[in-house]
């Protein structure tokens, strides 16, 4: 489902160089729910950036579903990114002016033939997994961490993806919310089989997935 292949990400100014990524090779399969660890700044976001399209690597290659994307033009990866992955980001992300049925729906509008009745139909269907059916007409900022996070959760199931990349997902929850989201997640994974990439600071949830893929300094130990 996701293969990389000799990754490089280098940040350079006119002082300094900064290797965040060095020569990482991995391979996602269908179906897998992998987590990613390591201490802060050893690149862990940057590679589920260049994982989702949404930043590209200094050097190496990028194959998603069997398909090479490095060369790819922008518009191609913003219509590869729509649909084939869900995003879900440990601060939400959500738009306060907006309520939770539109924050779900948002993604939908950038699809081609995608009607105002599927998206809402879409919408309602995925806040139903997440369990806050009742909760559609709230405003974010009437919600609580935990409920924010399925609300984020939902927004990416509506899109029905292939692939789940979590950036951190229970790290702005208690124990007990924390635990509710990431049942969700084994849910989606075990029950619908969505590939899911997870970068956490949590041993314990991480246990909890397929594999664990650690990183130091940029570089891919175990």
């Known amino acids: 489902m996701l293969k990389l292949t000799d990754i490089e990400k280098v940040y350079q100014t006119k002082t300094i160089e900064t290797v965040a990524l060095n020569r990482v090779n991995l391979t996602v399969s269908k179906g897998e729910f992998v987590s990613i660890m390591g201490p802060s700044g050893c690149g862990k976001s940057t590679l589920l950036s260049i994982m989702g399209l949404l930043d590209e690597p200094t050097s190496g290659h990028i194959e998603i579903d069997g398909r090479p994307v490095t060369s790819y033009s922008d518009r191609e990866l913003a219509h590869l990114r729509n649909q084939k992955i869900g995003f879900v980001f440990q601060s939400y992300h959500l738009i306060h002016d907006l309520s939770v049925i539109d924050n779900v729906e948002l993604p939908l509008l950038y699809r081609s033939g995608v009607s105002g009745k599927e998206r809402r139909q879409r919408a309602h269907a995925a806040l139903d997994k997440v369990g806050l059916s009742a909760r559609t007409n709230h405003f974010p900022n009437q919600l ?69 893929v650690r990183f130091f300094d940029g570089s891919q130990v175990s």
């Open 144 to 212: 609580s961490g935990g409920q924010r996070q399925r609300v984020a959760i939902a927004r990416a199931l509506a899109g029905n993806p292939e692939i789940i990349l979590a950036d951190e997902p229970t790290g702005n929850l208690d124990s007990v919310m924390g635990e509710e989201i990431m049942d969700i997640l084994l849910g989606l994974n075990r029950r619908e089989g969505t590939t899911i990439v997870m970068v956490t600071h949590d041993e314990q949830q991480a246990l909890k997935t397929e594999r664990v």
